[in-house]
Structure formats: structure tokens, C-alpha cells
């Protein structure tokens, strides 16, 4: 697949969970559908993470030729989600709670930013 195919599918995957972890943050807790919400988000946060892999570092420098600094958010995506799951499965609410505002601010907010940065394709469509 081509880096603008796999951007595509990760900003199809990214905006949902955007909208839904924002959502989620403002909703009661363990409700009937914050966990469903909560399931899908954790989901498309897995599957978005997983698409970033693909695509190598445009920005910056490179790790093996292919990974830049931002992918750091991808593999702590793909490590907090299963934890946080895991958490609230053994009743660790505060654990989960914990892990899923830090992944929402880390891998949306903090790495969402940064995609705004000069030489990247949100910030050529928005500021260019």
C-alpha cells in the first residue's frame, strides 16, 4: 500500500476515535454505552496504531531507515490499550481510568498536534 493510501485509512480510523474518546471523557462511567463506545474506541486506537507502522517517518529523523519519533505513539498505543482492557477487566478502575486519559492526550491530542507541523500533509492542507 502507498504511504497516501495507508494515511487515509489512519485519518478514517484516527477522527472517529478523536470524537469518540472525547465523548467518552465527558460521559458517566461504566455506563451501558461508555462501554460499548469504549470497546470501539479501543478498537479503532489498535487499528489506527497499527496502520502508523506502515507508514515511515516523512519528519525528522529515522530509526531503520523507517521510524521517526512519532511512531513512539503508536507502540505505546499498542501496549495501553490491552493494559488499560485488562485493568478495568480485574476491576482496576482507577488503573484504567489512569491509562485511558493518558493515551487520549498522548496519542490524540500531543501526536495530533504534531501533525500540524511544517512539512506534514494536515499542515500543508490546513495551512498551505
Partial sequence: ???????????????PCFLIGTMLLMLKKGTGIHRSFGRVYMILMLITATITLF???DVGPRFLNHFGWIH???????????????AIKKGNVKSH???MVLLYFGAIIIAGGFTFSPGRYLHDLFFG
Fill in 1 to 15: 500500500m502507498d504511504y497516501y493510501t495507508l494515511m487515509y485509512l489512519h485519518l478514517a480510523t484516527v477522527i
Fill in 55 to 57: 507508514m515511515p517517518a
Fill in 72 to 86: 513512539s505513539f503508536s507502540f505505546l498505543t499498542i501496549y495501553t490499550v490491552p493494559t488499560a482492557y485488562w
Fill in 97 to 99: 481510568s489512569r491509562k
